[in-house]
């Protein structure tokens, strides 16, 4: 029964998604961002979320939009309708012109860590349009190994994971990922991670992020320190022209605390500054409905 259901859910996002991959790029963001609205009126949970961690950050001073809590999420929401209409065309076949429009800057610094032969952890958040990260990524960089969960649903996770595929990419689930990581850096590969989310305190340390304590996985850290890759921060973002720039960082020097829990620590925070830093800056980009601070 349970596989019925599946193959129904499937049957029904092909039909639902099909038209929006079929239309003009300027058109399917109009659409994604009215569906972006949409989900704001209607997800009033996730809502209510995102407007109190953003307000909670503008009373900090870590984010001046110049708007309304209300008014950067929304804006927000909005974002991620297009991210979603990007990601729809890219799945059904129709998004050559999406990744060909994304613009790399840095891959100097990219080279400069791959020449030291101990491989690549690339470290981003859930900012701008993260599958479109990884995507261009394969296309126009080097095949990525992304860490990820699984879907829930086998049959939408075997498509998520032949379209990765297709573009260059490969998937590492999160379950027992520690060695096939440690495996795909000590070839001299590259793996990407998401650094942004909150985890439970046996997987992380609590350090700063937009002015509050956050628990912040540690394991980029631990792995880094472990097999000597390089610790290379990407985002991508919005260009106010359309399309999208993707930055490519200079490889992060780690600290040199003999305490290796102080070490974490530092290190960590110094991660999580970069995605502070993206925040900050592009404000109606990063995933404002995370829990983020949840724990402490």
């Not at 000597?228 to 022209?241: S, W």
């Not at 930055?247 to 620590?265: M, Q, T």
């Amino acid at each position: 029964m349970r596989n019925v259901l599946w193959l129904l859910q499937m049957g029904l996002l092909y039909a639902l998604t099909l038209p929006v991959g079929l239309m003009p790029l300027w058109a399917a963001h109009r659409v994604g961002a009215l569906m972006g609205l949409a989900g704001y009126f209607i997800w009033n949970s996730r809502r209510r979320i995102a407007e109190d961690n953003i307000s909670r950050a503008m009373s900090a001073g870590f984010v001046n939009g110049g708007i309304s809590a209300a008014g950067m999420i929304m804006e927000n929401f909005r974002n991620l309708g297009r991210s979603v209409a990007e990601i729809v065309k890219i799945y059904h076949g129709f998004g050559g012109g999406i990744i060909d429009g994304v613009e790399v800057r840095g891959i100097d610094n990219y080279r400069k860590a791959r020449d030291k032969g101990k491989g690549i952890l690339l470290i981003t958040g859930h900012c701008g349009n993260w599958e479109l990260l990884a995507l261009s990524l394969s296309c126009k960089v080097s095949p990525v190994s992304a860490v990820a969960r699984p879907i829930d649903n086998p049959y939408l996770n075997g498509l998520v994971e032949r379209v990765r595929k297709r573009y260059g990419n490969s998937v590492i689930y999160k379950k027992g990922a520690l060695r096939a990581i440690i495996a795909t850096l000590r070839k001299g590969d590259t793996v990407g991670m998401l650094i942004d989310q909150s985890v439970v305190p046996s997987e992380g340390v609590v350090v700063d992020f937009l002015g509050r304590p956050a628990w912040t996985i540690k394991s980029p850290v631990l792995i880094a320190r472990k097999t000597g890759a390089a610790v290379v921060p990407v985002f991508i973002r919005r260009k106010k022209q359309g399309g999208h720039v993707l930055d490519i960082y200079p490889e992060v020097e780690l600290s040199g605390e003999e305490d290796i829990e102080k070490a974490v620590i530092e290190d960590t925070a110094k991660l999580t500054s970069f995605v502070e830093r993206y925040v900050m800056e592009n404000p109606a980009e990063w995933l404002w409905i995370h829990r983020r601070w949840k724990r402490i």
